[in-house]
């Protein structure tokens, strides 16, 4: 595995190779390494690895939550499933089969999942895509072109959001307008707050050298998101609760991979979720069925260039070694 493509102006993110024939312990060591590239609300990376031998833990690192605009925790939870996926991906591109405990201990909900090795299977070639994927991806907040993603391509996007549990909905051109316009009713409500306001500073337009949060160097990320150009989506699913909102963080992973492996660009929305009212809008507009996780931009990349990779903390802060002893795992379908 090389760095962040070359074409990306630049932006620390922690370097790893994929072992040759890796036994078990290395693979989960290096998942974890691997999950650290995956996307997380404002950069926050809300999450610490604890490796062991025959396992690897997830968990939520609260010190990172952003408690204005994400009071319950959903942003949070996402993230750090999007990083389970990650770590999941990189498994199978190993040639491991995953099995996965989500919330193994009642008594600990900070924990959010157990991640184990089942068994040696093929590395298939999608595998290497995604794997591939991992690295490549970034959030692009630039414009759309103008050419519209073809709908068997779309048709993989949501294939991907199933097969993780949840449920990818592509708005029409009227729904779209009622969302943009709940979205502007969320920002103003939210940018009327001094306490969102200044959530918002700290976490954005940071110096070029920081490790967490999103440098000036990045393109900023509130405002015009809402280019005339690309698909707009509402990534949603049953349940909202911790258990369906890492679920959605898997999904919203294996859609953004799909997506990279595919040359799309995507940009999360997150406004419009982060208050009651406006996944009131998403939920009606969803007819009711479901509960809305976050809103996607989808389309064709303008370009190559002119993206800024955004920098991750050291590895050695976000993952550390496991000393408790390992329980019985469930497998994941090969
Ligand atoms: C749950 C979630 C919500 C996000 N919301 C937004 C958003 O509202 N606007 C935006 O521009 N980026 C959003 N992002 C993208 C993050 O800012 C981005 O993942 C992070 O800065 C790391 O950059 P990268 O994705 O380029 O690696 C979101 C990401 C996640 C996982």
Not at 16 to 40: I, K, N, Q, R
Not at 176 to 204: H, I, K, N, P
């Amino acid at each position: 595995m090389t760095g962040p493509d070359t074409e990306h102006t630049n932006g620390h993110r922690p370097a790893f190779g994929l072992p040759h024939e890796p036994d078990p312990a290395s693979a989960l060591s290096t998942a974890a390494l691997v999950a650290l590239h995956a996307p997380s609300v404002h950069n926050t990376q809300p999450w610490h690895w604890r490796v062991g031998t025959d396992r690897v833990d997830l968990y939520a690192d609260e010190r990172w939550r952003l408690r204005v605009a994400d009071p319950d925790g959903r942003l949070l939870v996402l993230s750090c499933g999007a990083a389970l996926h990650h770590a999941r991906v990189a498994l199978r591109a190993m040639g491991f089969l995953p099995s996965v405990r989500r919330f193994p201990d009642r008594t600990r909900p900070d924990l959010l999942a157990s991640l184990a090795v089942d068994k040696p299977i093929p590395v298939t070639a999608q595998a290497l895509d995604l794997m591939r994927a991992t690295t490549a991806r970034h959030t692009d907040r630039r414009g759309i072109a103008d050419s519209p993603v073809p709908e068997r391509t779309l048709a993989v996007l949501r294939e991907a959001a199933g097969s993780e549990g949840a449920w990818l909905h592509l708005l029409n051109d009227d729904q779209v307008r009622t969302v943009v316009a709940a979205a502007a009713r969320a920002e103003a409500v939210e940018m009327g707050d001094a306490a969102f306001r200044r959530e918002l500073d700290s976490w954005t337009n940071r110096p070029a050298d920081v490790t967490v949060g999103i440098p000036a160097t990045v393109h900023p990320p509130r405002g015009d998101e809402y280019s005339r150009t690309g698909h707009y989506a509402v990534l949603y699913g049953s349940g909202d609760r911790p258990t369906a909102w890492l679920r959605a963080g898997e999904a919203l992973s294996a859609v953004w991979l799909t997506a990279t492996a595919h040359g799309l660009a995507i940009r999360p929305i997150s406004a419009v979720i982060e208050i009651p009212a406006g996944r009131a809008v998403l939920h009606k507009v969803l007819s009711g069925v479901g509960s809305p996780y976050l809103m996607l931009r989808i389309g064709v990349p303008v370009g190559t260039n002119g993206v800024s990779m955004t920098p991750r903390r050291p590895a050695e802060e976000s993952v550390g070694l496991l000393t408790e002893p390992a329980d019985e795992a469930a497998s994941e379908a090969p």
